[in-house]
């Protein structure tokens, strides 16, 4: 199983501010991949990372709104861009493992005041 | 496009006692996995058992275990001898055999372990 690190673990953010997760894998993987849970609520992905390439964003999400850079195979990041308290969620990130399922990291828990 | 059902909110089991957590889901592929998640207060999704669709045998995973019926598409969990360190929130999750960005979770079922 892939060990994954995000950070940070929990933030309390302002509104209108920004803040990026980072998140670190001790493996080469080919796609990451970042989910939102809003709370109380399940997962939702929110895009595929690829290095060398742009980000995949699933419907309802935007680059403009989160910012996701891949810069090598073993790490990547996303940015939460002008929060609002709507945004207040735990992100979490993911990787594919070698038979089908999906590892997540620890997750990052924000709070958008 | 692919559904998963958790019908049940939340449960509670006596501690050492077994407990079944029920999962439906609706697709048209014939190749996929099947999982189920575990996410405690920590809040890290931990994988708790994988099934295949092309596997007949049902999964075990020491003290968890599965009933998949492909033909209903009903994937459960059965937590025999249930611990203290099992309460949690429990994911079912699909995803198509070719693709792991069409990972798709239930709603989640909240797990109370009773001492």
């Known amino acids: 199983s892939a060990v994954i690190s995000q950070k940070p673990s929990r933030d309390i953010c302002q509104r209108g501010t920004s803040l990026t997760i980072q998140c670190q894998v001790d493996?080469?993987?080919?796609?990451m991949f970042w989910y939102r849970q809003q709370p109380g609520q399940s997962l939702t992905l929110i895009a595929t990372a690829n290095q060398g390439s742009e980000a995949t964003y699933e419907s309802g999400f935007v680059i403009d709104k989160f910012p996701i850079s891949r810069p090598n195979l073993t790490f990547s990041t996303l940015t939460v861009s002008n929060m609002s308290p709507e945004d207040s969620s735990i992100y979490l990130c993911s990787v594919e493992g070698l038979t089908g399922e999906l590892f997540f990291g620890e997750g990052s828990r924000l709070t958008v005041l | 496009a692919q559904t998963v059902t958790q019908s049940q909110p939340e449960m509670s089991v006596q501690e050492a006692e077994t407990v079944t957590l029920s999962c439906t889901y609706d697709t048209s592929e014939s190749d996929y996995y099947l999982f189920w998640y575990k996410q405690p207060p920590s809040r890290q999704m931990i994988l708790v058992i994988r099934q295949e669709a092309y596997k007949q045998q049902n999964a075990t995973e020491n003290r968890f275990s599965v009933n998949f019926q492909k033909a209903a598409k009903s994937f459960s969990l059965k937590i025999s001898d249930s611990q203290l360190g099992d309460a949690a929130m429990y994911f079912c999750a699909y995803r198509p055999w070719g693709s792991a960005r069409q990972l798709t979770f239930g709603s989640g079922t909240q797990l109370t372990v009773l001492p």
């Open positions: 493996s080469q993987v080919t796609m």
